[in-house]
Nanobody
């Protein structure tokens, strides 16, 4: 049973920083893609950033230059360093894992990030 557990969300002022973590457990395959998505109230869930098992990354245009995704393969954990946060970054952030020949999707429970003064 694959499980993803996010942590690190919270309340931060505009311009501040937060670091999200996503720890995985269970059968994690060597080839996979992990990522962060977010969903703001009344909006659809959107991709924030993702990273392949080979280390390739891609980002949403809205976070380029401010957010950095990274992974610790030994710990099967990914991180999202978020700098210069803006009010529009407020959302529930979800960790995602895609693996397997059929592209199975796994999701964490989400962590709230609120950017407000």
């Amino acid at each position: 049973q694959v499980q993803l557990v996010e942590s690190g969300g919270g309340l931060v002022q505009p311009g501040g920083s937060l670091r999200l973590s996503c720890a995985t457990s269970g059968k994690i395959e060597s080839i996979n893609v992990m990522g962060w998505y977010r969903q703001a109230p009344g909006k659809e869930r959107e991709l924030v950033a993702r990273i392949t098992s080979g280390g390739s990354t891609n980002y949403a245009d809205s976070v380029k230059g401010r957010f950095t995704i990274s992974r610790d393969r030994a710990k099967n954990t990914i991180y999202l360093q978020m700098n210069n946060l803006k009010a529009e970054d407020t959302a529930v952030y979800y960790c995602n894992l895609v693996q397997g020949r059929y592209g199975m999707n796994y999701w964490g429970q989400g962590t709230q990030v609120t950017v407000s003064s």
